[in-house]
């Protein structure tokens, strides 16, 4: 759960869902492929909105809410460090293995839908390096380095 505070703090706190709206969501019916692929579509879209939205189902999650039914499992990085130079990307790998595990239940993990995640992956590292490291560029240089190797990697042979 630390983990997701920390990402909440670097893309802004996620607006709280109100009651009603909760409650609305748990009584409705399960939610259909097609409802549930536009869900995921937002959140692993790239930028803020996407990245709130995460934090915030993950947090419902994490309270026992999981109306959508997603894989919240992750193995961060892989057999890559979660941590390279000292660059916390635990974040941005659970976000990543997120994407990657849920279009593959949903027997939908097609080239856009790949390409979309793995540039979300590289946005929420970057925000790592933008974040933590602000006005300090060689750390920040190395940073985003780090990053876009993490994200070659993906793009050429990430199928988790």
């Given at each position: 759960m630390a983990l997701a505070g920390a990402l909440?703090?670097?893309v802004s706190a996620p607006a709280a869902?109100?009651?009603a709206a909760t409650q609305s969501l748990e009584t409705q019916a399960e939610p259909t492929k097609a409802q549930r692929?536009?869900?995921l579509a937002r959140l692993t879209a790239v930028g803020n909105a996407?990245?709130?939205l995460w934090v915030s189902e993950l947090t419902?999650?994490?309270q026992g809410r999981n109306y959508w039914r997603w894989n919240w499992t992750t193995d961060y990085c892989s057999s890559s460090p979660d941590k390279p130079g000292g660059f916390n990307f635990e974040l941005a790998c659970w976000r990543h293995d997120f994407g990657y595990r849920n279009?593959?239940?949903l027997r939908s993990f097609s080239s856009p839908n790949k390409e979309r995640v793995d540039k979300a992956f590289l946005y929420d590292m970057e925000r790592v390096c933008n974040r933590a490291y602000g006005f300090l560029e060689v750390q920040r240089a190395t940073c985003r380095r780090i990053a876009k190797q993490y994200y070659n990697a993906?793009?050429?042979a990430g199928i988790l």
């Open positions: 909440a703090s670097s869902a109100s009651p692929l536009a869900r996407g990245a709130q419902d999650a994490h279009y593959k239940s993906v793009r050429l």
